[in-house]
């Protein structure tokens, strides 16, 4: 079987590295996190409208590029490289993959915005008594009149201070952890009664903490069947895992290169360390982990069609691998680099950070491991 990429998707690498390599260098993503937004919206504006990336994974009707999860994997695997903070993972697979999979008015008027990258899209699914269970929501949405109101606490929303849409998981029915009653809203950021904090995250994205407080949201923001939303909510957490674990190769990619490049420069004894054996056989081992996850997640990337409990096992299996492999990598280029390397002014350091915030994003190397086992036991 052929696992290389075609024209297309070979052309939509290198269009982005390039990019990237040439607008995104350790310097200016310092002074864009450093700044007062924390980004530069110019960049996501020329990615949408300079090389059209925006619109990679949505099909040529809605006016894509007509790719799918492995274009996601493309690119995502090169914001990885760079360790960029803009939200293609939040905007265009969570929010675009929700749309895309409940179709309907929603999905015609925003995913052309989306493309145009005139929407960014935050996902508030997370609540801090909930750990990994997705259906743990006490943030409730009770009807009232054609509308709805929502109360609750969303944690650790990613690109929420720079959010045109927050993509919302609430409760409508049911007790904290059934599995029905699950409902999806996507409703403007701005309404009244959504109070936001920000902050910067230790990786140099930035999130928001979301307390909605009595927030009145039309009718047509619920996303599919009231109550019955779960599935959809773990299907585009599952498409997430897996862009997530491509991003991670490309911050695997790029602790093993720069590890490599100190070692040859950095001299010991009057040599190289890099030619002391112990040290070539941690960066060997560097080398398996990155390509073993590059393997993994790239057939998670092709099983995400596939019905639930293969999916769920497959990007569980790539997950896991992934994240013990930030982790070795990681911090095997501290290591080498010795107190430098957690230092703010090299790039180790911020690599090393975004790989260690990437172990634990949608469920950790234990919380997959159960996962896959509890899968394993249905079959």
């Given at each position: 079987m052929d696992f290389s990429y075609n024209e297309t998707q070979q052309m939509l690498r290198d269009t982005l590295a390039r990019f990237l390599s040439d607008t995104y260098d350790f310097e200016t993503r310092r002074k864009m996190i450093a700044g007062e937004t924390g980004r530069?919206?110019?960049?996501?504006?020329?990615?949408?409208?300079?090389?059209?990336?925006?619109?990679?994974?949505?099909?040529?009707?809605?006016?894509?590029?007509g790719g799918g999860p492995v274009e996601n994997m493309i690119v995502m695997e090169q914001l990885g490289e760079a360790i960029a903070i803009e939200p293609y993972l939040q905007t265009v697979v969570i929010g675009g993959g929700a749309l895309k999979a409940a179709g309907g008015a929603q999905?015609?008027?925003?995913?052309?915005?989306?493309?145009?990258?005139e929407a960014v899209i935050a996902f508030a699914y997370a609540e801090p008594q909930g750990r990994y269970e997705l259906h743990n929501l006490r943030t409730s949405a009770r009807r009232e009149g054609e509308g709805w109101v929502l109360n609750g606490h969303k944690a650790v929303v990613y690109a929420a201070p720079w959010a045109t849409h927050l993509l919302v998981t609430a409760r409508t029915g049911g007790s904290q952890r059934e599995a029905s009653g699950v409902s999806l809203f996507l409703i403007e950021a701005n309404r009244p009664g959504i109070v936001r904090r920000d902050y910067p995250t230790v990786d140099g994205f930035r999130a928001s903490e979301i307390y909605f407080e009595n927030a009145s949201v039309p009718g047509d923001a619920l996303i599919g069947e009231e109550g019955a939303a779960l599935p959809l909510v773990e299907r585009i957490v599952d498409e997430a895992t897996a862009a997530v674990c491509a991003e991670g190769v490309g911050v695997m990619r790029r602790l093993h290169a720069g590890?490599?490049?100190?070692?040859?420069?950095?001299?010991?004894?009057?040599?190289?360390?890099?030619?002391?054996q112990v040290l070539q056989h941690r960066m060997v081992d560097m080398f398996m982990e990155v390509e073993q996850s590059a393997s993994m997640t790239l057939m998670a990337t092709l099983k995400l069609d596939l019905p639930d409990v293969e999916r769920m096992a497959a990007v569980s299996q790539a997950k896991a691998k992934v994240g013990k492999g930030l982790k070795f990598t990681g911090q095997s280029a501290v290591q080498i680099h010795g107190g430098i390397g957690i230092t703010d002014e090299l790039a180790i350091g911020h690599y090393f950070k975004r790989a260690t915030m990437i172990e634990g994003q949608f469920g950790s190397v234990d919380h997959h491991l159960a996962r896959f086992e509890r899968l394993s036991m249905t079959d």
């Amino acid at each position: 079987m052929d696992f290389s990429y075609n024209e297309t998707q070979q052309m939509l690498r290198d269009t982005l590295a390039r990019f990237l390599s040439d607008t995104y260098d350790f310097e200016t993503r310092r002074k864009m996190i450093a700044g007062e937004t924390g980004r530069d919206p110019g960049i996501w504006r020329a990615l949408a409208t300079e090389l059209g990336i925006l619109g990679a994974p949505f099909s040529e009707d809605q006016g894509g590029l007509g790719g799918g999860p492995v274009e996601n994997m493309i690119v995502m695997e090169q914001l990885g490289e760079a360790i960029a903070i803009e939200p293609y993972l939040q905007t265009v697979v969570i929010g675009g993959g929700a749309l895309k999979a409940a179709g309907g008015a929603q999905a015609d008027a925003l995913i052309p915005q989306i493309i145009a990258g005139e929407a960014v899209i935050a996902f508030a699914y997370a609540e801090p008594q909930g750990r990994y269970e997705l259906h743990n929501l006490r943030t409730s949405a009770r009807r009232e009149g054609e509308g709805w109101v929502l109360n609750g606490h969303k944690a650790v929303v990613y690109a929420a201070p720079w959010a045109t849409h927050l993509l919302v998981t609430a409760r409508t029915g049911g007790s904290q952890r059934e599995a029905s009653g699950v409902s999806l809203f996507l409703i403007e950021a701005n309404r009244p009664g959504i109070v936001r904090r920000d902050y910067p995250t230790v990786d140099g994205f930035r999130a928001s903490e979301i307390y909605f407080e009595n927030a009145s949201v039309p009718g047509d923001a619920l996303i599919g069947e009231e109550g019955a939303a779960l599935p959809l909510v773990e299907r585009i957490v599952d498409e997430a895992t897996a862009a997530v674990c491509a991003e991670g190769v490309g911050v695997m990619r790029r602790l093993h290169a720069g590890t490599q490049d100190y070692a040859r420069q950095r001299k010991q004894f009057g040599r190289p360390i890099s030619d002391f054996q112990v040290l070539q056989h941690r960066m060997v081992d560097m080398f398996m982990e990155v390509e073993q996850s590059a393997s993994m997640t790239l057939m998670a990337t092709l099983k995400l069609d596939l019905p639930d409990v293969e999916r769920m096992a497959a990007v569980s299996q790539a997950k896991a691998k992934v994240g013990k492999g930030l982790k070795f990598t990681g911090q095997s280029a501290v290591q080498i680099h010795g107190g430098i390397g957690i230092t703010d002014e090299l790039a180790i350091g911020h690599y090393f950070k975004r790989a260690t915030m990437i172990e634990g994003q949608f469920g950790s190397v234990d919380h997959h491991l159960a996962r896959f086992e509890r899968l394993s036991m249905t079959d």
